[in-house]
């Protein structure tokens, strides 16, 4: 896996736990479907940038997995963030780097930001990318890496984020991301994280 020195994960054992603290509709907008979209987006995004796959497939699975509820749970990132710690070692083993980075992509996924190490701009990148499911159209301006802004891969996720099964990935062309633009798309929010 790109920029992964070592990567261990129970996937079944994870999900198993996932899902039995897991505290409203597992089938619904947050979960277990919108959970594989996002880990489907940033393994793309991943092949096209060198994002560490590890972070980012463990983000899919976790960043709304201590939501709530479907509502604007503004809290739900920070919990996502303090839940992981306790996992890594029973469910995964990740390093410290890679805990940290899948720390603050979880804390801060809903917070709007776009400027950070690219594997946690991959991260947020995957969920916005999902956000058409919810009636917002993901704005290529708001999304961090130039991989995600590719216009055939944005209307492929948008086109799956709406359940259009027959969608097809293109291929990614473009040169690894370092980061943002510089000033096109810093401080800029969003209305609803995914
Ligand atoms: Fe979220
Ligand atoms: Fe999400």
């Known amino acids: 896996m790109a920029g992964t020195e070592f990567f261990r994960l129970d996937k079944p ?3 198993r736990f996932l899902r039995s603290e897991f505290r409203f509709d ?4 947050h979960g277990a479907a919108h959970w594989a979209r996002v ?4 393994l793309v995004i991943s092949t096209a940038n060198g994002a560490r796959t590890d972070v980012v497939e463990l983000f899919a699975l976790l960043h709304d997995s201590q939501r709530r509820h479907d509502g604007r749970d503004r809290d739900h990132g920070a919990r996502a963030a303090d839940f992981i710690a306790g996992l890594n070692g029973p469910y995964f083993e990740l390093d410290a780097t890679g805990l940290d980075m899948l720390i603050y992509a979880c804390r801060h ?3 709007g930001m776009t400027e950070a190490d690219v594997t946690i701009q991959t991260c947020w990148d995957a969920d916005r990318l999902d956000l058409a499911r919810v009636g917002i159209w993901p704005d290529p301006g708001r999304l961090c890496t130039e991989a995600a802004r590719t216009p ?5 996720a948008i086109r799956r984020s709406l359940g259009q099964r027959s969608a097809s990935w293109p291929t990614i062309s473009t040169a690894p991301t ?4 510089s000033g096109r798309t810093s401080g800029r929010r969003f209305r609803l994280g995914g």
């Open 13 to 15: 054992k994870l999900m």
């Open 26 to 29: 597992w089938h619904g907008i």
């Open 39 to 42: 880990r489907l987006n940033g």
């Open 109 to 111: 996924h809903s917070d």
């Open 152 to 156: 055939q891969f944005l209307d492929a």
């Open 178 to 181: 370092e980061g943002c633009p």
